[in-house]
């Protein structure tokens, strides 16, 4: 039978708002590798401007993203940024060896598919190569902790419930099914591999302004072994960065948690790209 719209509940609701639709986008990585993404533009987009960018990035890693409604993305839209989001290798929905392919080199060719779609996207004219922001929760926190060791070319990052030691993540986190596909083997076996994997081993080179996100009951990447030591190793270097910590909020603090705690958490990631991208006086980050 063909579809048949059942009610129309939120016609009223919808008829104030102007949600924009994503763009769908293929574009070819560093290796000639396809990369599936989508982009959203602001309301009453305009392609003469310059529009500042918040890169978004999924955890899992093996996720993905699609074309779908996702209320984070829509509110950074209607203020003004464009928002791009794709699936970098590692990512599910493509086949087995795309999904695999990272295995023992995770973070590593996957930050370089983000990157090509950032330049990808550049190459349009309407972004402000100046005032770019990245943020992802989980893996895309581990990913985004990656990016701000290994580039300064984003001018403000969120990285949420992530992992910058891999080492500690071994022995503490509550999630082991894929230590044995990420790593050829026990920290003490191939502590090489483990050290050249954690973004904290590069943390010297972090000059973007970096806010971390934890939920304090987080077991699944727990903050001691992500945002703390990020956040304490940025402080002892000089460097801007803020840390924002729920109280019993676990991994899945943006789906489930309590619902003031995911209007908090998405108000400190768009602030802190307001100030840093838009250059908006907001002086609730700055250090007494």
């Known amino acids: 039978m063909p579809a048949r719209r059942a009610h129309r509940v939120n016609d009223a609701l919808f008829s104030t708002l102007d949600i924009t639709a994503p763009e769908e986008f293929w574009y070819k990585s560093f290796d000639g590798r396809r990369v599936q993404g989508w ?23 093996n996720a ?31 086949g087995q060896d795309f999904g695999n392919i990272i295995q023992f080199h995770y973070p590593g ?6 990157m090509a779609g950032v330049d990808d996207v550049l190459k349009r004219g309407y972004v402000d ?56 083997g026990a920290p003490w076996e191939n502590p090489k591999q ?18 971390l996100i934890e939920g304090e009951a987080d077991m699944r ?10 956040f304490r190793a940025l402080k002892y270097l000089h460097k801007p960065t803020v840390m924002v910590r729920f109280p019993d909020e676990t991994h899945e603090l943006s789906r489930s948690g309590k619902p003031w705690h995911r209007v908090e958490r998405l108000r400190h990631i768009v602030g802190w790209f307001d100030k840093y991208l838009e250059h908006k006086p907001i002086t609730t980050y700055d250090v007494q």
Do not use: C
């Open 221 to 230: 990447t727990p903050p001691a072994m992500g945002g703390e030591q990020m």
């Open 64 to 94: 993905a993203y699609g074309y779908t409604f996702t209320h984070e993305f829509d509110w950074m839209a209607a203020k003004g940024y464009v928002v791009l989001y794709t699936n970098p290798r590692g990512s599910t929905s493509y």
């Open 109 to 114: 060719d996957d930050y370089k598919d983000l």
């Open 129 to 184: 190569s100046t005032r770019m922001g990245v943020t992802g929760g989980s893996g895309g926190g581990v990913l985004t902790n990656w990016i701000v060791t290994h580039t300064n070319r984003f001018a403000a990052a969120a990285s949420q419930r992530s992992i910058a030691d891999w080492s500690g993540f071994w022995y503490s986190a509550d999630f082991t099914l894929f230590n044995p596909t990420w790593f050829s």
């Open 39 to 61: 982009i959203l533009k602001p309301p009453h987009f305009d392609a003469s401007k310059k529009y500042p960018l918040i890169l978004e990035i999924h955890g899992g890693p």
């Open 194 to 211: 483990f050290a050249e994997l954690s973004p904290i081993t590069y943390i010297t080179n972090v000059t973007t302004p970096l806010m």
